[in-house]
Nanobody
């Protein structure tokens, strides 16, 4: 299984980013996809999850109404649209397949004036 995230960048507060997660080596449409984040001095924090094939979506309270998770099963890709970014959203974001305990290398998001 290979998971590759991209889309991280440095933005100002209030800005937006879309993270992508391309997965290979399995039948993508069969698996829950999860985004989580980790920043220095903090533990791993769940961000969002989407069930297969286009199922139930769940968000952390801290991102509800600002972040949107989606998936394109034909492209083996999941997305995390992040709007109205705040300084506390700065972290390395990981895409993961929880049932396989697999994750990507992460993509870094910085939020500063």
């Amino acid at each position: 299984v290979q998971i590759v995230e991209s889309g991280g960048a440095s933005v100002q507060p209030g800005g937006s980013l879309r993270l992508s997660c391309v997965v290979s080596g399995l039948i993508f449409r069969q698996y829950n996809i999860e985004w989580y984040r980790q920043s220095p001095g903090k533990g791993r924090e769940f961000v969002a999850r989407i069930a297969p094939p286009y199922g139930t979506i769940r968000y952390a309270d801290s991102v509800t109404g600002r972040f949107w998770i989606s998936r394109d099963n034909d492209k083996n890709t999941a997305y995390l649209q992040m709007n109205n970014l705040k300084s506390e959203d700065a972290a390395v974001y990981y895409c993961a397949i929880p049932s396989l305990d697999e994750r990507g290398q992460g993509t870094s998001v910085a939020v500063s004036p």
